[in-house]
């Protein structure tokens, strides 16, 4: 049984409109800086908003108890913590919850929690679509509109963290969105999680997936210890370049010279995540092609059976199919895992999440996904403009 709970009014008393700065996202370097110069104070006082806004989450200054009064009135005066409106909470009959968030200005985005039984994984959104449109992805037949600002992106770890006692001890960015398009703002963040007065949540555990932006790869790798999952899909240049038009820009001979090259650090290891689409990239000759790309690079291998949306007509392989292709990766040496479909009832499972409210996209989503689908290569050239231009938005 699903449980479809629709909570909350709006939960951010402050509009975007508000001229006070809003602390949310914010780095403790950023708030020991706004601490000296904005509240003219001294430098520790960031750190102790650090503890409030990420450690106890708490966005009611008055509340933050180890501040002088006159302080937390001053506070009051020029600065906000804001808050994403819960639009949805939807919890999967496997105890996966999915969230709808409301942003500031109407938009919409979702993340999934997902408890196991030694984590408690939190997928996440950088952008609001994804300009990338791979063939079997809901986000990507939405469209793209925008990236997710720092406050956004933290934001979703902030107000997941209040539907669960556990602390979340894993984060993926594997919802809406490209993140390598979204750079900074998820390299800033993801720093964020990681200071042990806030969530304290390891580098080890968390990773970024990307569907293979070499250029971007390259900087992931000088700037973050964070892993790196890489969405492979095809085992030729022509069956992928079928299934994700990104492989015209960054051909897969490329991005697994790319991978071979990236700079692991100890310890670490890529994972190769492989949509099996039935009749499409899972016979016995892809499992060999794929053992063989892999050849001499760290990684595992995550095998993710198609999850069915209303956008496009792919199926998932059967079940013996994909052990097969499974155990010939296990014969060639690669650790390699079929991932579950968790909250498959709730439409949070890999593929699924669209940022719609409705069970199925409307006519105007639909739309645009064949205006979208027209724009054929045209988008492909433009990813990396689209990605230019938002990269600014770090507010
Ligand atoms: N944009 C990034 C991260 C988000 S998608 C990327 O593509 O890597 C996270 C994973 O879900 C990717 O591997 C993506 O290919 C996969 N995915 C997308 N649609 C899917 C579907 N319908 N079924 C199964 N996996 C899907
Ligand atoms: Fe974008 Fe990833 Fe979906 Fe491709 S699979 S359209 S890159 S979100």
Known sequence: MTDVVQIRKPTDPNPSSDPRTDLLG????????????????????????????YGKRITDFALMTDMSKSLRIKLQEVARI?????????RSSDGTIKFLWGLADDLQVESVLIPES???????????????????????KGGFTRNLTKAEIIGQIVQAQEHSERPISNVVLMGMGEPLLNLDNVLDTMETAQVPDGFGISHRKITISTVGLIPQMEELGKRSRINLAVSLHGTTEEQRTQIMPINRKYSLAELVAAMRAYPLKHKKWITIEYIMLRGVNDTIDDAYRLAKLLHGIRSKV???????????????????????????????GFHTIVRLNRGND????????????????NKRVRQRAAAFADAGEDVVEDVADAAADDLGTDD
């Open 82 to 90: 804001s808050r994403m409106d819960e639009r949805v909470v939807q």
């Open 302 to 332: 995550n095998l993710i059976p198609y999850n069915k949306n209303p956008f496009t007509d792919y199926e998932r392989p059967d079940d013996r199919d994909i052990l097969r292709f499974q155990e010939i990766l296990i014969g060639r």
């Open 346 to 361: 709730i439409d949070a499972a890999c593929g699924q999440l669209g940022g719609y409210e409705q069970e199925r996209p």
């Open 26 to 53: 914010m780095s403790l370097a950023d708030l020991e800086a706004f601490s000296v110069d904005v509240l003219q104070d001294k430098k520790f006082r960031g750190k102790q908003l650090f503890k409030w806004i």
């Open 118 to 140: 030694k984590r408690l994984t939190l997928c996440i959104s950088s952008q609001v679509g994804c300009p990338v449109a791979c063939d079997f992805c809901v986000t990507g």
